[in-house]
């Protein structure tokens, strides 16, 4: 995945900076996070990581030349834990 593209929408830049997160540790917790789930009810790849203090979602799609964040939600375990267990999440 560190070949390809990272590629910020207008709406992730909006989201990422109305909530105040980086889009460099953003791409970096795309590209090397090893904590990734895939979202039934969405169809839509998801990966884990920290910013700063936070822990954070970001939903991605993925073609086989770049990656593209949707958007980035602050999130605690108890929820990631939730989902799975709901069968919302599953391991990737």
Do not use: W
């Amino acid at each position: 995945m560190s070949d390809k593209a990272c590629v910020f929408t207008d709406y992730l830049k909006y989201r990422a900076e109305l909530r105040g997160f980086g889009l460099t540790q953003i791409e970096h917790i795309l590209r090397y996070s090893q904590e990734r789930y895939f979202d039934i009810e969405t169809n839509r790849l998801i990966v884990v990581g920290e910013q700063g203090n936070k822990l954070v979602l970001i939903p991605y799609e993925e073609s086989e030349t770049e990656i593209t964040p949707i958007t980035i939600h602050a999130t605690t375990r108890q929820q990631i834990k939730f989902r799975l267990t709901t069968g919302r999440l599953t391991y990737e």
